[in-house]
Nanobody, 125 residues
Framework: QIHPVESGGGSVEAGGSLRLSCKMSKSITNYNCMGWFRQPPGNRREGVASSNGIGGTTYADSVKGRFTISRDNTENTLYLQMNSLKPEDTGVYYC???????????????????WGKGTLVTVSS
């Protein structure tokens, strides 16, 4: 299996925190770019954060200062720590991974990118 498996979604009140996990079956050091995306209800999928594996990260303006993306190479897992959650953070969150594509800086995936099935985050006001 090469597709990511997300977990950690749930329902929280505004101001709360969640940590999403994205587990890979192979070493994540193989993936040039990994990231988190979300699809709010009735809207298109949008980029949230990405990690290029060599310390570089990119965040959407809407989550800067509140979300943190990180990799645990020993666990083959990508994380998204989400703090100070807002109702507008509600949506299905997807993990994506690419061996050789370089979409990390733009949060606009292209080429051969592997997607998970998503995990639902609901933030109530």
């Amino acid at each position: 299996q090469i597709h990511p498996v997300e977990s950690g979604g749930g329902s929280v009140e505004a101001g709360g925190s969640l940590r999403l996990s994205c587990k890979m079956s192979k070493s994540i050091t193989n993936y040039n770019c990994m990231g988190w995306f979300r699809q709010p209800p009735g809207n298109r999928r949008e980029g949230v954060a990405s990690s290029n594996g060599i310390g570089g990260t990119t965040y959407a303006d809407s989550v800067k200062g509140r979300f943190t993306i990180s990799r645990d190479n020993t666990e083959n897992t990508l994380y998204l720590q989400m703090n100070s959650l807002k109702p507008e953070d509600t949506g299905v969150y997807y993990c994506a991974a690419a061996y050789s594509e370089t979409w990390c800086p733009t949060l606009r995936p292209f080429g051969t990118t592997y997607w998970g099935k998503g995990t639902l985050v609901t933030v109530s006001s």
